[in-house]
């Protein structure tokens, strides 16, 4: 069994997401291991990029900190090992298909192999197009994760029956962000993935609170936090530890019911 799969073992899986080197990666140690103490399931480290298509200011700007405060792809895979040698919480980049082509396919995966690093989530790769990484991925075990979004409807089966590691289900429209509320028929989306394909289906994009968690909790087998944990860091910078071990832990419980 994958990494990966092992964090959707017990329950529904609380996934958290912070961008690597905001404001340092020193700091970024000590959020994801607060965090892995509060309860998250598995970790998405954001590999900071001056064009994130996908992200909204909140992500945008902790992107702009990193980079600013010097992060490179180098930096981030440190910051793996920092982590690998106090926990095994499953790790998934989240980045752009530029940093990794510009990395080189072969020299990225490797890297990922050897630190500990068990998955990726690429927003800009389309789904026909990931055959071009696919093959350097999967020799060194690294799971790329599919998405699907609500305009992916006819597409879903499609994407489900080849998705490994666990399927992102894209909440709503537009980029990530806090959301007051979300109306996309979450359940058909997963019915139809489920439909094709035996994998965790766990759903983000603007899941800030507890009620939301506990209610997406109900339907899927993984909840996504993202800009909600970035913005604590944007308001408690290097004193964020506590607050992300206080807010994480809340999710979970909401999620455990």
Aim: glycine letters at 10%.
């Amino acid at each position: 069994m994958s990494k990966i799969k092992h964090a959707f073992q017990n329950g529904t899986a609380l996934i958290g997401f912070l961008t690597g080197g905001d404001p340092s990666i020193e700091k970024s140690r000590e959020f994801i291991l607060e965090m892995v103490r509060g309860g998250v399931d598995l970790i998405e480290i954001g590999i900071p990029f001056s064009d994130p298509v996908a992200e909204g200011s909140v992500i945008q700007q902790a992107n702009f900190r990193a980079l600013s405060a010097g992060t490179t792809t180098d930096k981030i895979f440190d910051l793996v090992e920092l982590v690998r040698r106090e926990s095994e919480v499953p790790i998934v980049f989240l980045t752009y298909l530029n940093p990794v082509l510009q990395y080189g396919y072969e020299r990225f995966f490797k890297r990922c192999d050897l630190l500990g690093v068990d998955g990726i989530i690429i927003p800009d790769l389309p789904f026909e197009e990931k055959a071009e990484l696919g093959d350097e991925a999967e020799k060194y075990g690294v799971e790329i994760i599919s998405l699907v979004a609500p305009t992916s409807e006819e597409r879903i089966r499609t994407i489900a029956s080849e998705a490994k590691g666990f399927l992102y289900v894209v909440s709503s429209m537009g980029v990530t962000g806090v959301r007051s509320e979300i109306q996309t028929d979450l359940p058909k989306m997963i019915r139809l993935a489920k439909e094709v394909a035996d994998i965790p289906a766990a759903v983000g994009f603007g899941i800030s609170n507890p009620k939301q968690a506990k209610e997406i909790g109900k339907i899927a087998d993984g909840v996504i936090v993202g800009s909600a944990i970035v913005k604590i860091i944007e308001e408690h910078g290097n004193d964020a530890g506590s607050f992300l071990y206080e807010y994480v832990k809340s999710m979970k419980d909401a999620i455990r019911g």
